[in-house]
């Protein structure tokens, strides 16, 4: 990769900063399609959010991180690595979790701009990040990025007092376009669009060089 995984980025940071809430299934049923991992799915379920959480709160445009789960063991790694977290009490699936995150959120920081953004997002890098919240913010409206494959959504976006409404799951890119939610269309920023969802999709991921945790992980995976 051409950058390190955690390079700093310019210091200056546009005021307020972002609040992202990312939602984490129990590990025991997180990343059902890497099913070919066998029993080192839970572990790399975990890495890829560890890995996304702390890109993310070393993006300067970033004051927080909120994650949603029931995961005990999650949660507590998650916190040791500063993350807010807080239950999925709706338990109705990925968007009423994010819903639930987002209202958390708003609960604390009543005018802070949030973003969805996916736990699966190892390759993260806090620039990328940052250029995509900097578009968001000049967008001024509900925002998102589609995925690698061009039909889902890795994160999205809403200003201040803005409901987040999230359509996440599937060809979510149609659902948060047909919602009126703005494309951001940065080629430059391939980190904040690889999801993992499959072994290709990891392979994808390593080739743009993921985080400590997924790079662990999958060595594991591999060598197995």
Avoid at 52 to 65: I, S
Wanted: net charge negative.
């Amino acid at each position: 990769m051409d950058e390190p995984f955690n390079e700093p980025v310019d210091e200056a940071v546009n005021e307020p900063r972002w609040s992202l809430v990312v939602p984490l299934k129990p590990l025991a049923l997180a990343k059902s399609r890497l099913a070919a991992a066998g029993p080192l799915r839970p572990a790399l379920a975990l890495a890829f959010a560890l890995d996304t959480v702390g890109a993310a709160l070393a993006c300067p445009e970033v004051a927080e991180v909120t994650v949603v789960t029931d995961d005990p063991a999650a949660a507590a790694e998650l916190v040791a690595v500063g993350a807010h977290v807080v239950p999925d009490s709706p338990a109705a699936g990925l968007n009423a979790a994010l819903r639930h995150g987002a209202a958390a959120v708003r609960a604390r920081r009543a005018s802070a701009p949030v973003a969805a953004l996916n736990g699966d997002l190892p390759a993260l890098r806090p620039a990328e990040l940052a250029q995509v919240l900097r578009a968001a913010a000049g967008i001024g409206e509900r925002a998102f990025v589609t995925d690698a494959a061009g039909i889902g959504t890795t994160l999205l976006a809403a200003p201040p007092a803005v409901v987040l409404a999230p359509a996440f799951g599937g060809p979510s890119r149609a659902r948060h376009l047909a919602s009126g939610a703005a494309e951001i269309g940065l080629p430059h920023a391939p980190s904040v669009r690889q999801d993992v969802d499959t072994l290709d999709d990891l392979r994808a991921a390593l080739a743009l060089g993921v985080g400590p945790a997924t790079a662990e992980a999958a060595a594991a995976l591999l060598s197995a």
